[in-house]
DNA sequence: TTGTACGCGTTATCAA
DNA sequence: TTGATAACGCGTACAA
């Protein structure tokens, strides 16, 4: 990657070094005009192109932003990115993407660390035992000015956050279906290391408590849309196909549910006319989806952009509350 | 972002800068293993993290990739990410992402080219018109020494590429429709302006030419579910919704296709029932759809992963071309 | 093997 | 306003 440089423009233009920086890459001094186009004129003809490494050590800035996700094909996680994207752009800053499926996020936040982000955002489901080096990395990366912003739980002292309302989400939704007259509940669940897979849990938990009922089952497999397959081939070996009549299965998440709704038709099973499932976030391609999805709606992109404005604006880092909007649809 | 210099451990260490760079950040000259021992252990409490920006400047090589895509938050891109992602990794780089959906290209690849990325993988659909900045920004890249990967087509002189045959696409998937005894045909296109969209027009075209056939409508929307939607909308506004009974719809890719089963619900009509629906990549959350829709599966994530490893690889760059494989499920 | 010193490309301080 | 020049943090010939 040789390219030309600053001095090199300079000297064709016959203006120091400190000339040519100002016009080039702003400064409060301003160059005479006259100058300044010809500084500008050399940088065209000798196709200049500031480099941004020396820029970020002379600064001490470097215009990066790191996101980590867990998978960024996943639609939850990816709708994230876009709006983070969004803003990260508007911020003027360059979004650098780890994705942690299968590895550890410590790697991700220690490559960002050396290469100096302004800021990292953790979108990755926090799970209950936080890995104690994951949590120094990034508390150093805060002590040496770095801002954090965590997404769904607000697990890190000292960092912004958008938090998400995952426990109010699963018992109103519970709720709202106990009202609608369901009575057997079933919760297809995401490993409850998860937090956000575990306190969707333990809401809907709540509100069936609340109502004086209890789950009929309980499992726990995959946070994806996998993981809901194998939860249905789950349920069906465990009580039958024709036991699951009349269940109202809620799913972890939107994929979970679409899932098993797959899983369920290949049992020979119909929603809603059979039986009833309902899910958490409302990931955008459900539009297309049929039977309609009910679900809880979190505005993803949304999400995302929020954690980058906390992340990149020069206030103090703040904490963002997002609850959840019931959205009834025909699937239960 | 203030933080531990090396010059600081070298110093706590009592060794030289030198040295304690031969340690910390590999070498081939290997230091006395007592020395080692001293800085690694100075470099511990004191919590050193190398600087990647000074790093890349004295190496000349910053370890970044560059990736650009259209939308993050659509499968087919986010899909393609998650193995250009992978891989980065195995070839210890951090991933650069930007998005430009709305925006300008150019935008990213200056950005990029700023970053000093090794190389940059261009994943957005090319337009049939280039922008001829575009073009010298890229070339100008390609002779600074970064090297360049284009997804799709082979639009870029010097450059690797993995093209993608849409045109044989196109005309497979037209063929086996027509060989099945489909009679009546539509196309739900993107912009023709975009390569991709136009080269799977044109082969679905040729096949039904072949066959002594003509397609009955042709529309013209976004590249997108919605313009799946509105294509199908387009339809029924011109024909009705009865008259469109019978028909085969092609649209350009799947979500488009999903977009317009959607569209034709909506319109109380049922596929395979009242008529036909296909489409292309076999994005993943297709598995989950009902009906299984028809398609050309393109290994998206292997796409992106070999991608990658054209544009890390130290070899010359090379073009790989990937043909489709017909997916034949329910929907047509 | 270890250390010295220069270069990487910019920004910013301080004189002129 | 413009121009030397010292950082910025690190890698690496070169010398010791």
């Known amino acids: ?178 009202e609608a007259g369901r009575t057997r509940f079933a919760f297809l669940g995401g490993p409850d290391d998860l937090t956000t897979a575990a306190e969707r849990r333990a809401g809907f938990r709540a509100a069936l408590t609340r109502a004086g009922l209890a789950a009929e089952v309980e499992t726990v497999h995959g946070f994806d849309s996998e993981g809901g397959y194998e939860s249905v081939r789950d349920l069906v070996a465990r009580v039958g196909a024709e036991g699951l009549r009349g269940l109202t299965l809620v799913a972890a998440n939107d994929v979970m549910a679409l899932g098993a709704i797959a899983a369920l038709r290949h049992a020979g099973l119909h929603v809603p006319e059979d039986l009833w499932v309902a899910g958490f976030d409302d990931i955008p391609n459900l539009r297309d989806f049929a039977p309609g999805l009910t679900t809880v709606r979190f505005p993803l992109e949304e999400i995302g952009e929020t954690a980058a404005d906390i992340a990149l604006s020069g206030d103090a880092p703040r904490v963002e509350h997002v609850v959840g909007e019931l959205v009834r649809r025909e699937s239960a």
């Open 1 to 178: 990657m040789s390219a030309v440089t600053l001095s090199q423009v300079a000297r064709q233009a016959g203006v120091s070094l400190a000339t040519a920086s100002r016009v080039l890459n702003g400064s409060d001094r301003r160059p005479a005009e006259e100058i300044a186009e010809r500084v500008r004129l050399a940088a065209e003809t000798l196709g200049y192109v500031a480099n941004a490494q020396a820029q970020a050590l002379a600064r001490s800035t470097t215009g990066l932003v790191g996101l980590v996700v867990h998978d960024i094909a996943d639609p939850y996680f990816s709708s994230i990115a876009k709006g983070v994207q969004r803003r990260a752009r508007t911020h003027r800053h360059q979004l650098l993407l780890a994705a942690t499926s299968g590895t550890d996020q410590l790697d991700a936040v220690s490559a960002f660390a050396a290469h100096r982000t302004d800021a990292i955002i953790m979108a990755g489901s926090r799970r209950e035992s936080i890995d104690p080096r994951l949590l120094a990395e990034l508390e150093r990366y805060q002590r040496n000015g770095g801002r954090v912003v965590t997404i769904g739980q607000d697990w890190l002292e000292g960092a912004g956050a958008v938090t998400i309302d995952n426990r109010s989400a699963g018992s109103d939704l519970t709720g709202m279906l106990v």
